[in-house]
């Protein structure tokens, strides 16, 4: 049955959430900034780099934290980070400074890793980063890489992938494996945890994704999947 993003990550008044992977981290950033600030007082931002924001849905933007300023009203969606010029690129405005205006909104949208815009990636050493103000962690696959040949011209960080991963596609075991990756999408977060199957758009790829999802429901835990389409805003759970 289809539902709601908020639904699908079961979100609540005071979470932050701190999303990561490849495949549709940005989008779906900003899918839920404009579905969350029909319920409140919302910030996206990042906790690393990001393109800076230009989504239709954003009422106030900031290219850094010292031009910040309070915003008294009760549903907006306000986008905030370190701008620089030459790369029109958000670098983060500090976990203090996230941490001292955390309480100025209901939610906080954080992006938490970066992908170069490839398609699926293996996380460095000092990635995620998730600051200790978390509620709740979302990691994004994309599903047009399920059965695709490995080569590192879509997956970032590819010597450690291949260091870590003998297969010569993106198979099930391909996702257990970065999953139970050291950091990994979760780093040293513990709970909720989400993983969001993007990009399912015809029956063979939803088919692929729901026998991934299967597998690694199996085989991990404490770990909710979801999947869908933030292009179509179609979102599925099983």
């Known amino acids: 049955m289809k539902k709601s993003l908020i639904d699908i990550f079961q979100i609540k008044k005071g979470d932050n959430i701190f999303i990561t992977g490849a495949g549709g981290k940005t989008s779906l950033m900003e ?26 849905d954003i009422d106030y933007i900031y290219d850094s934290f010292n031009s910040y300023k309070k915003i008294d009203e009760k549903k907006f969606l306000l986008a905030m980070g370190k701008l620089d010029p030459k790369t029109n690129k958000f670098s983060s405005i500090g976990e203090d400074n996230l941490t001292k205006i955390s309480k100025d909104f209901d939610y906080m949208l954080i992006e938490a890793d970066g992908c170069r815009n ?14 200790n103000i978390s ?9 047009k890489v399920i059965g695709r040949r490995i080569d590192k011209d879509f997956i970032y960080n590819y010597d450690d992938f291949i260091k870590l991963i ?46 991934v999802i299967k597998f690694l429901r199996k085989n991990t835990k404490n770990i909710s999947y979801a999947y869908g389409s933030l292009l179509r805003e179609e979102y599925y759970e099983d």
């Open 31 to 56: 899918k839920l900034g404009s579905s969350l600030k029909k319920e409140g007082r919302v910030l996206i931002s990042t906790s690393t780099k990001i393109r800076r924001p230009k989504n239709k």
């Open 118 to 131: 490839l398609a699926l990636k293996m996380w460095k050493s000092y990635e995620p980063v998730i600051y």
């Open 135 to 143: 509620s709740k962690v979302i990691c994004v696959f994309s599903a």
């Open 166 to 211: 003998d297969e010569k596609i993106v198979n099930k075991e391909v996702f257990l494996k970065l999953i139970e990756s050291k950091p990994g999408p979760f780093g040293d977060f513990s709970s909720p945890k989400f993983i969001f199957f993007n990009q399912v758009e015809s029956l063979e790829e939803k088919e692929k994704t729901l026998e």
